[in-house]
């Protein structure tokens, strides 16, 4: 059974700082593009950044500069940094494995204000 699990949302203050985690289990980690994907009530799920099973990196221009997406195929992880958050920056993030079939996580909150 695969699962994918994130975690490390909350709510912050403008310009703060959060990482999420995506744990990854029945599938072989290492092989599988992994993404971010957020979704803001009322707005359609948009994609926030991707890293490859080679390690290459891509990012939506909203976040270039203040989100990082890294892995560690040894624990099975995929990270999200993200500083200088910004009140639009609030919403429901997932990650995704891709592969020949996609999976996706159940999704952690982030909310940002003050």
């Known amino acids: 059974q695969v699962q994918l699990v994130e975690s490390g949302g909350g709510l912050v203050q403008p310009g703060g700082s959060l990482r999420l985690s995506c744990t990854a289990s029945g599938i072989a980690f290492g092989v599988y593009d992994m993404g971010w994907y957020r979704q803001a009530p009322g707005k359609h799920r948009e994609l926030v950044a991707t890293i490859t099973k080679g390690y290459s990196t891509n990012y939506v221009e909203s976040v270039k500069g203040r989100f990082t997406i890294s892995r560690d195929n040894a624990k099975n992880t995929a990270y999200l940094q993200m500083n200088s958050l910004k009140p639009e920056d609030t919403a429901v993030y997932y990650c995704?494995?891709?592969?020949?079939?996609?999976?996706w996580g159940q999704g952690t909150q982030v909310t940002v204000s003050s």
């Open positions: 995704k494995a891709d592969r020949f079939s996609s999976f």
